[in-house]
């Protein structure tokens, strides 16, 4: 004989239990995908600051190599008048003058320096001038720093 009682299913589920996720379950599911979204959103971030700074060094080297180029330009006794030169954040253009945005977030200077280097592995002495240009951001923090050595020959030495 069967007894007055009876089981009810719902569904496919366990007796007694509905379909679907219960408070507990979807808490849980809700807590990963947190995690999951704030883990994404940091390694964008992070990947943010690290194509900005890419870009800042980019741009950086650049204003450095034309400083440079333009120090070069200069004839051997004209070289010891940039030693010292400084140009301020919010001053440094492109070559063609223009003022932008990427380049006012520098500085850049020049030192001359009459050196001799030692030729290894023969010791030969070559007398010379470094050229040295440095850019800095506006913290203060330098970013490139380019050297060439100018070496003097019998034409150009004072």
Same mark, same amino acid.
């Given at each position: 004989?069967?007894?007055?009682?009876?089981?009810? $299913?719902?569904?496919?589920?366990?007796?007694?239990?509905?379909?679907?996720?219960?408070?507990?379950?979807?808490?849980? #599911?809700? #807590?990963?995908?947190?995690?999951?979204?704030?883990?994404?959103? $940091?390694?964008?971030?992070?990947? $943010?600051?690290?194509?900005?700074?890419?870009?800042?060094?980019?741009?950086?080297?650049?204003?450095?190599?034309?400083?440079?180029?333009?120090?070069?330009?200069?004839?051997?006794?004209?070289?010891?008048?940039?030693?010292?030169?400084?140009?301020?954040?919010?001053?440094?253009?492109?070559?063609?003058?223009?003022?932008?945005?990427?380049?006012?977030?520098?500085?850049?200077?020049?030192?001359?320096?009459?050196?001799?280097?030692?030729?290894?592995?023969?010791?030969?002495?070559?007398?010379?001038?470094?050229?040295?240009?440095?850019?800095?951001?506006?913290?203060?923090?330098?970013?490139?720093?380019?050297?060439?050595?100018?070496?003097?020959?019998?034409?150009?030495?004072?």
């Amino acid at each position: 004989m069967k007894s007055g009682r009876t089981t009810r $299913t719902h569904g496919t589920g366990a007796p007694g239990r509905g379909n679907g996720f219960s408070l507990v379950e979807s808490l849980i #599911a809700l #807590a990963i995908l947190a995690m999951v979204f704030t883990a994404i959103a $940091t390694a964008i971030g992070a990947g $943010t600051a690290s194509a900005d700074e890419t870009r800042a060094r980019v741009t950086a080297t650049l204003a450095a190599e034309e400083l440079l180029a333009e120090v070069l330009t200069e004839d051997w006794s004209g070289l010891p008048d940039w030693h010292g030169f400084e140009e301020v954040v919010g001053s440094v253009s492109a070559p063609d003058g223009r003022q932008e945005d990427s380049r006012g977030r520098f500085s850049r200077s020049a030192l001359v320096v009459d050196e001799v280097m030692l030729l290894e592995p023969s010791g030969i002495e070559v007398a010379g001038r470094s050229i040295i240009v440095q850019v800095h951001d506006r913290d203060g923090r330098r970013l490139i720093r380019l050297q060439r050595f100018v070496a003097a020959t019998g034409e150009n030495e004072t």
